[in-house]
């Protein structure tokens, strides 16, 4: 991710905080299902990230299709022509590894901690 310094930013769920913290220069972690903190990660996630370019992406959807790769398709982009078709992201495989524990972390303990709120 060096490649993309000062280009991406991270929000990460933690349903244990009450409000939104810097866990490193582009990390941001928080309880993102109250809304004003999920307000706060945006706005303070986009001034970590350059000003340029097209605009700023807030969501990357996943697929499951194997072997495991990420794929990222814009839904909508007002005022702007764009291609909806999911474009696979060059992921080098031990990162895309790394994802898949931390989703399937989040899919174990994380999601039914939030179900319970």
């Not at 350059?50 to 700023?56: H, K, V």
Request: aromatic residues 6%; hydrophobic residues 40%; charged residues 30%.
């Amino acid at each position: 991710m060096d490649e993309f310094g000062g280009r991406v930013a991270f929000l990460e769920f933690d349903p244990t905080h009450d409000g939104l913290e810097e866990v490193a220069k582009d990390r941001l972690r928080g309880n993102l299902v109250i809304p004003r903190v999920w307000e706060e990660g945006i706005e303070r996630g986009c001034s970590l990230v350059a000003d340029e370019g097209p605009g700023i992406l807030v969501l990357v959807s996943h697929s499951t299709k194997h072997p495991f790769r990420i794929y990222l398709r814009i839904e909508r982009m007002p005022g702007v022509a764009y291609s909806g078709s999911e474009v696979k992201l060059p992921i080098a495989s031990d990162t895309l590894e790394e994802i898949r524990t931390v989703a399937d972390y989040s899919r174990k303990r994380i999601i039914p901690q939030v179900s319970e709120i």
